[in-house]
């Protein structure tokens, strides 16, 4: 029997800008045959926002509040990165309670962070928003914290060069202790919905694994390359701040696959709860912020590092996010440019989605976590 | 007959009425009169069924998910419904350039027919039925297959490729699982041996055909496979929001997409009242006094510490006296009839805030690798539960259907469920 071939057509569809799962404005234009895809190119740049430009058009520490902007569900991790930066350029020594009070912010991010891109995958995978509103619950918690500190739940705009903006107010560290030392328990009651689920570990499984080889070459960061057994945490590499002096491990996973980007993350929670609770222990006292930090803070236009250039980077909880900044004397950057981790991480898309169905396309683009501020600049 | 003697036999209060009304009717208009005022009553209960049903999915839902659900219109948001309704009717309705204007008109109208068809045979209660057919069982299949023709034309006619893709996963998904939902309901005709939904509820009557083992396994197969064919979490692959925006109803506003959404709901709510008139007795009650049940429950809410103390002091009083109430005058059948087919409903949202969606291909090998075999067992499994009768009847049926599931489950076993261990670097 001679096989015989039905003539198919490949289907392209859109998704995006406005799709329910795009996360924001991002838009995939798939080639499906069938349901299986066959090219997917990503188009980025709705949400472009011009901030590099402006961040040479402005003091340095004026670019606070656009870092925001960045990555807007972790406002703290952007601002402390270019802190880094601007403290290395010139050359600003950051108070110990300062440097304290950063750590404790970006940890709690990270948090933040990984509970909604946890929600946020599972919504992706089809669960009627139960998952992401337990995890939104505990976010807001987190967000309660922020407004203390800082006066916005989002856009904090809290940390400057030499420490932060001002010291968290008082009873917030015993509030900031309760919130931690219960975190593990919300964390218990997630797994005990999602990990074992069968449906989602049909759905996870197996589904848009990277390989380490390709995590590398294609300089993918944070939890999505640590789920591809690249073991590469800033925390640990650089050492920057005062992570040395904390103990915590670093979570690898093993396949690379939707399931160990979500599992990852699970663990990397449970180890920055622990960082937190060593840092609200010994955390010490004195001023937030170093005398020469205050002076920049309170008059940007007076500091004028000397001509030179900088990279400050954290483990932002999307990955490595780097501020790269050229100072040629004046108070203005020369060249202010950042590396997003959201963006590059985004680039193997196409590679994790060959091949699989449109339903997959879809949770590997959420287990990605992208936000497009981050992504679009 | 008085008017008030309509209301002391609670039972059949919908027969002595609807007969009572008939009786003011000359002769020649009777049957006419009948067959209208049945009409009447299904168009109008429904609407109002699937109104409520959003509320009761939207409240449960918020509950599982530490909301509170409507809580503006109304108390406890009960005019919500009405208010959506109004809104739907108020919207614009756009058809998308291109599309095919007639066809998508008829799509959702077509969509609605059907579910509310089914309604002609449901048995609510004793003698509460509005067509007992002969052939009862066969038009319910014949009807809810019409619903994969209507989606199949509105995703066609929206001229939407996220239209046709929803519908075509929609008519896949349908076809596929209606063969086990079919092939799970013919261990039902053969003990029956009728089609007639009356006879077969009515020959549940010493107990419940779930209780045997291949209406146990029928009943899970015909439940899932509805579940299935309704497009509900978790096989609402057809109008996948996370990945086609909102599949074949993509296109729709206004008041076609209301009348999609009614053919949703009141599918399902079919669904839920055929699995209990199949499999879960209908409406005979359970052979328990309901004054012990209600003693239970009393004991149970009484002594139910999450409760707030008034609540538990007038839950307990209004148990025991529905006790007494109840133990004079046995419950309307019509009673345990809608609190079964509502407590599936219950079932269905709790899917619906619990489970993520499986994907399309997994789906189809659900139905065709794992439902259908199993039915096919579950028939032979029938057979044998007919042979002469004898005590040890269920030592056969157990085995074969351990022996068939286990076979299954290790030929399907996904190689996902695999433990994984990660390492803690440093």
Known sequence: MSATTAETQLLEINLGPQHPSTHGVFRMIATLDGETIVKLKPVMGYLHRNHEQIGEGITYVASFPFTDRLDYFNAMSNNFGLAL??????????????????????????????????????????????????????????????????????????????????????????RAREIVNNFPIFLDEFETLLTENEIIQQRAKHVGVLPKTLAVNASITGPMARASGVNYDIRKVDGYSIYPKFAFKVPLGSVGDVYDRYYVRILEMRESVKILQQALKDIPGGPAISPKGQAISKAPRTFKPPKGEA??????????????????????????????????????LEDMCLGQKVADAIIILGSIDIVLGEVDR | MSFLDLFRNLDQLFVNVSGWLLGLLPDWLQPWASIAMRIGVIAAIAPAIMMYLTWIERKAI???????????????????????????????????????????????????????????????????????????LLYVFAISSISSYAIFMGG????????????????????????????????????????????????????????????????????????????????????????????????????????????????????????????????????????????????????????????????????????????????????????????LFFVLVWFRGTFP??????????????????????????????????????????????????????????????????????
């Open chain 2, 62 to 136: 918020a509950r599982m998910q530490n909301r509170y659900g409507p809580t503006r219109v109304g108390i406890y948001g009960l005019a919500q419904p009405l208010a959506d309704g109004l809104k739907m009717l108020n919207k614009e309705d756009i058809v998308p350039r291109g599309a095919d204007r007639l066809v998508h008109l008829i799509a959702p109208v077509l969509a609605v027919a059907p579910a509310i068809l089914l309604f002609a045979v449901m048995p609510f209660g004793r003698n509460l039925i509005a067509a007992d057919l002969n052939v009862g």
């Open chain 1, 311 to 348: 990279y400050g980077r954290v483990e932002s909880p999307k990955g490595e996010l780097g501020f790269y900044l050229v100072s040629d004397g004046s108070s203005q950057p020369y060249r202010y440019h950042i590396r997003a981790p959201s963006f590059i991480n985004l680039t193997v």
């Open chain 2, 156 to 343: 066609w006619a929206s001229r939407s490729k996220f239209s046709v893709l929803g519908a075509m996963r929609g008519v896949a998904q349908i076809v596929s699982y209606e063969v086990p939902s079919v092939l799970s309901a013919v261990a039902v005709i053969m003990v029956t041996g009728s089609l007639s939904l009356g006879t077969i509820v009515e020959s549940q009557a010493g107990y419940w055909f779930v209780f045997t083992p291949w209406g146990f396994v029928a009943c899970l197969i015909f439940f899932l496979s509805g579940v299935a064919e309704v497009n509900r979490t978790p096989f609402d692959m057809p109008e996948a929001e996370s990945e086609l925006v909102g599949g074949f109803h993509t296109e729709y506003s206004g008041m076609k997409f209301a009348l999609w959404y009614m053919a949703e709901f009141l599918e399902s709510f079919a669904v839920c009242a055929f699995t209990v008139a199949l499999f879960l007795g209908g409406w005979h009650g359970p052979a328990i006094p309901f004054w012990v049940l209600a003693l239970a429950l009393a004991i149970l809410i009484g002594t139910a510490r999450l409760l707030p103390l008034p609540v538990r002091g007038v839950g307990a009083l209004v148990m025991v006296g529905a006790g007494v109430f109840w133990a004079a005058q046995p419950i309307p059948s019509w009673i345990w009839f809608l609190s079964k087919t509502y407590f």
């Open chain 1, 85 to 174: 930066a601007i403290e290395k350029l010139g050359g600003i020594q950051a108070s110990e309670r300062g440097e304290y009070v950063r750590v404790i912010m970006a940890e709690l991010t990270r948090l933040v962070n990984h509970v909604a891109v946890t929600g946020f995958l599972l919504n992706d995978m089809g669960a009627f928003g139960t998952p992401l509103l337990y995890a939104f619950r505990e976010r807001e918690r987190i967000l309660d914290l922020f407004e203390a500190a800082s006066g916005s739940r989002m856009m904090c705009n809290y940390v400057r060069p030499g420490g932060v903006r001002e010291d968290v107010p008082v009873q917030w560290l015993e």
């Open chain 2, 357 to 426: 969606r499986l994907r399309a291909d997994q789906l189809m090998g659900l139905a065709w690798k794992f439902f259908l075999p199993l039915a096919l067992v579950n028939i032979l499994v029938a057979g044998v539960w007919l042979m002469p009768q004898t005590p040890v009847r269920w030592a056969p049926c157990l085995l074969i259907l351990w022996g068939a599931v286990s076979l299954l489950v290790a030929v399907n076993k996904p190689s996902i469920t695999d433990r994984r261990t990660y390492v803690l670097a440093d």
